[in-house]
């Protein structure tokens, strides 16, 4: 009797068909289990939104947290080609006139001419020149080099004190060692001396003739005249310690004339922090709106956070010694839908009455409705927060998921086999029954036909 090696063959019956089916309600908890695990993701990802736009809404706040952020000043010159200026924090709103009567400048000095820069050789070997720039010094050995030899040992000193040479050629017979001070100002000015291998003095005449006489350029201080008053002198075109908490880059004589300086308060600081405030918690709100309908759809955190927020926003700063008391005197309140609407007209005036008062507002660091916004962020964003909590847990959930969807899908291999082992034993029963039957119709054929002939 032949044997059925492929099932269904022998008996007619669709095994494959009938495992198939049978699979499919036997992987109908992994499915389920699959959906959940989605489920788990799309939470992470909203969370993780959440997480997003709160951290958005605490970058706003930052800007109101500090009142040196606030508290700005602009510095402004009439005339910038003579004079640029910026102000910080601790500058106070005032007017002055400035004369730039000289700029810094760097001390130079040169040497006499040269045939060449490369082949016609200083002095004798072991001949020394010290430089002094400042009250510190240091030595190059310039006897037996040339000209570019010479700059090059300059400017690659360990111990250079603040100098740099090059080669000038005046002419294709005429080459000169400019050595040039690298800051500006009297302090800065260079002085050299010479001396040989023995350390006996030498006379620079003889050596790169570079006589205080013949500098190209001396060391000079930046000088300015304040209100026609007061003379104020430094080393340098940048002068930050003259008038408090205002910097000063000099650019150009300007002297006889007056260059006008105005020191004002700087309140469009204020006005886009307010604007990013309140554009950053409707946002927010916004998220919150969504997502509770959403994803995040009867979740805590989200319950949690409206509340913190609504009773930082509703509670009255105490204590504070300006002329404004809850943010509605800013102009900053709620409409019907529970969207912070901005007065513009309202904040200027408000600005205009009293900036240390508003900042105050926003930025005491004990009351400020910024600093306790602040902190409630911070206490919701921090590693152990309720946003590393949720995303914990939906994690956790989620590798409980995947373990038992392996598990599953392992249980599948062994009950497949296990149908197919017995559903290919009973086509190849039912198939043999064939087989049997068919043999048997055969041979009650033949008697037939053998008993119709004997008659």
Do not use: C, W
Request: no cysteine; hydrophobic share 40%.
């Amino acid at each position: 009797m032949a044997s059925i090696t492929a099932p269904g063959l022998g008996s007619g019956l669709d095994v494959n068909s009938i495992i198939s089916s049978l699979m499919s309600l036997e992987e109908r908890p992994i499915q389920i289990q699959q959906q959940k695990e989605a489920g788990y993701y799309t939470q992470l990802s909203a969370v993780g939104q959440l997480r997003g736009a709160v951290s958005a809404f605490q970058s706003a706040i930052d800007k109101l947290t500090t009142s040196t952020d606030l508290a700005t000043y602009s510095a402004l010159s009439t005339d910038s080609a003579k004079f640029s200026a910026s102000a910080d924090e601790t500058a106070t709103v005032g007017s002055y006139n400035i004369q730039v009567t000289a700029l810094a400048e760097v001390h130079k000095k040169g040497s006499k001419s040269f045939l060449d820069a490369d082949t016609t050789t200083v002095g004798a070997a072991g001949d020394i020149m010290t430089t002094t720039v400042n009250g510190s010094s240091f030595d190059v050995e310039i006897g037996g080099k040339t000209l570019s030899e010479i700059a090059t040992a300059i400017n690659d000193a360990a111990d250079n004190v603040g100098i740099t040479a090059n080669v000038l050629q005046e002419s294709p017979t005429s080459y000169r060692l400019i050595l040039s001070s690298n800051e500006t100002g009297t302090d800065n000015a260079m002085s050299l001396a010479f001396e040989d291998s023995v350390g006996a003095p030498l006379n620079d005449t003889d050596l790169l003739g570079m006589d205080d006489a013949a500098d190209p350029q001396i060391a000079v201080n930046a000088s300015i005249l304040i209100d026609n008053a007061y003379t104020v002198t430094r080393s340098s075109n940048t002068i930050s310690d003259a008038i408090t908490g205002v910097t000063l880059n000099l650019k150009e004589i300007s002297a006889p004339d007056n260059v006008q300086l105005d020191i004002t308060r700087n309140t469009s600081g204020v006005y886009k922090s307010v604007e990013g405030f309140v554009a950053a918690y409707n946002t927010l709100q916004q998220a919150m709106d969504g997502l509770s309908q959403g994803a995040l759809h009867g979740d805590s955190s989200i319950s949690m956070l409206e509340r913190q927020l609504q009773s930082v926003l509703n509670s009255e700063p105490s204590g504070l010694s300006g002329n404004y008391e809850n943010l509605s005197a800013l102009g900053i309140a709620k409409d019907r839908e529970g969207v912070l609407q901005l007065d513009s007209s309202k904040l200027s005036a408000a600005v205009a009455d009293d900036l240390d008062g508003v900042i105050d507002l926003f930025a005491n660091d004990d009351q400020g409705y910024a600093f306790k916004l602040d902190s409630v962020l911070d206490d919701m964003l921090a590693s152990n927060g309720i946003f590393d909590s949720k995303e914990d847990g939906l994690n956790a959930r989620i590798e409980r998921s995947q373990s038992t969807i392996e598990n599953l899908q392992r249980r599948m291999v062994t009950i497949e086999a296990r149908y197919r082992a017995q559903y290919s034993a009973l086509d190849s029963l039912m198939a043999n029954m064939s087989i049997t039957s068919t043999f048997l119709d055969q041979q009650l054929q033949s008697l037939s036909n053998l008993t119709s002939r004997n008659k």
